[in-house]
């Protein structure tokens, strides 16, 4: 009898050292896979953010800033007033900028604009089309918007005349791209951090479009899915180191910040990174056409991508960035294009693979912090309660710092040997301390007992089965 109690007095103590990482491990999957309570999602974007603004903002980005391979003309408000007119200008005023874009032979030409309105400018339409023939004929990429969930996605003067084949409707048909941004509903009303290669009806987004008519498509292995509709989907990175350049037109101070400053300051002061003077070299259309000799204009053309936007009051057409906050929606394609070329194709990407390696990792941890809890290495000795309170304190402290630090360097892997975007660290390092707490104040202590109270009968029954079977051999 004393024997069968020593038994199962044994097997009780094992059942709650096991029933110890179970109660934890089911909590950690959970919180990682579910996200029952939605902080997955917040220290996901978190997570992102800060290191868009501490390392990879400041870093990102070539040394000179000629190399920069995109350039964005901006249509504002200053060029409506220098030349007479309102929104929308007339088809001649966009011919007459992409004519003076063409004269500084860039390496192709985004619109990001949309013309699926009908008006009665035949002047406008003619030199229009003009300019699209003059493209075509000197070799240079030249991409329109193409207007989403409309039956006709440009109007039909640019593309149908009474004199077919001047080449103009080919060249157009060729070059209709989408300009949708958001992957998901998530991505709208937050910073612009994804952009997709295919939008409505299979369209290739802007950025892609240009890549790949300047050097070569990208190969599909990258994509997330198999399935009908699978995209290249991108995770931007927006630099904040503002072009040089951009002091002459562009409202407010460029200013650069060293790496280590712009780190605290993103840590404690983010708002203070935040300028309006973006990454990417810009030129005011009415620059452009007022002083098209401007040697600061012929460089930022020359062998670039241009593209050509809008910045006006009323049009919504803006998006929200993690480095320069709001800011029209073209530089989004244009720094898509440059990541890009920057990363040669192999831009940072989101996988779905990333959501097991953080269930790999919180499993980790959460065995790790169990065992450590249950070793005597977390029960230091000291007859004064206090320094025995500080030391364990102290090594619990140095359990956590270990833990974060191996996150990080998983995520330092992934990032530079795997191209993917960042893990959800800040999640990662709120379930160490989480479970630390946890762990800790033996917190979730009562539950084993109930379990062991709940489930009598089965661990009992095992038991006996088990010594049954023992004694029968």
Not at 116 to 141: F, H, M, S, T, W
Request: net charge negative; aromatic share 10%; with cysteine.
């Amino acid at each position: 009898m004393n024997e069968n109690s020593g038994n199962l007095r044994q097997n009780e103590t094992r059942f709650r050292c096991w029933a110890h990482y179970a109660i934890y491990l089911v909590l950690s999957g959970l919180v990682v896979l579910i996200d029952p309570f939605g902080l997955q999602a917040v220290t996901q974007k978190a997570s992102q953010d800060l290191i868009q603004r501490t390392v990879l903002g400041p870093s990102y980005g070539p040394d000179e800033y000629y190399e920069q391979p995109a350039s964005v003309v901006l249509l504002n408000e200053e060029f409506l007033s220098q030349f007479g007119m309102t929104w929308p200008p007339s088809l001649k005023a966009h011919a007459l900028v992409l004519g003076a874009i063409r004269q500084h032979r860039p390496a192709g030409v985004l619109v990001d604009m949309i013309f699926p309105d009908q008006r009665d400018d035949p002047a406008g339409v003619a030199a229009l089309r003009q300019e699209i023939i003059a493209y075509d004929k000197a070799g240079i990429p030249l991409a329109f918007g193409r207007a989403p969930n409309l039956a006709n996605p440009i109007r039909n003067d640019l593309l149908y005349v009474d004199r077919p084949g001047d080449g103009a409707e080919e060249a157009l048909r060729t070059s209709l791209v989408s300009l949708e941004l958001a992957t998901d509903k998530e991505s709208e009303g937050t910073f612009a951090r994804q952009y997709m290669r295919l939008g409505s009806q299979r369209y290739v987004t802007a950025a892609y479009w240009m890549y790949e008519q300047q050097r070569q498509p990208l190969p599909m292995k990258w994509d997330a899915s198999q399935t009908e509709g699978a995209q290249l989907t991108m995770d931007i990175i927006w630099s904040n180191r503002p072009h040089v350049i951009n002091g002459r037109w562009v409202d407010g101070p460029c200013r650069e910040f060293p790496l280590l400053l712009s780190a605290a300051q993103a840590l404690f002061f983010p708002g203070m990174l935040r300028q309006g003077c973006p990454y990417i070299g810009t030129i005011p259309a009415r620059a452009l056409l007022l002083t098209p000799g401007d040697e600061d204009i012929v460089t930022m053309i020359d062998k670039k991508t241009v593209f050509y936007g809008t910045d006006l009051a009323g049009t919504g057409d803006v998006v929200i960035t993690p480095t320069h906050g709001v800011l029209p929606a073209v530089y989004v394609h244009a720094m898509a294009y440059d990541n890009l070329v920057t990363f040669d194709g192999d831009f940072k990407r989101t996988a779905e693979a990333i959501v097991w390696v953080e269930l790999l990792l919180a499993a980790a941890v959460t065995i790790a912090a169990v065992g450590f809890s249950r070793s005597r290495l977390s029960q230091p000795e000291d007859d004064r309660p206090i320094v025995r309170a500080a030391k364990r304190g102290l090594r619990w402290i140095l359990f956590d710092t270990t833990w974060f630090s191996v996150t990080i360097l998983v995520m330092v892997v992934l990032y530079v040997f795997f191209h993917l975007s960042p893990l959800n660290w800040v999640g990662l390092a709120a379930l160490v301390l989480g479970l630390s707490v946890l762990v800790s104040k033996q917190a979730l202590e009562a539950i084993v007992p109930v379990l062991l109270v709940l489930t009598p009968s089965v661990v009992n029954a095992w038991v006996l089965e088990k010594q049954d079977r023992e004694s029968v051999s």
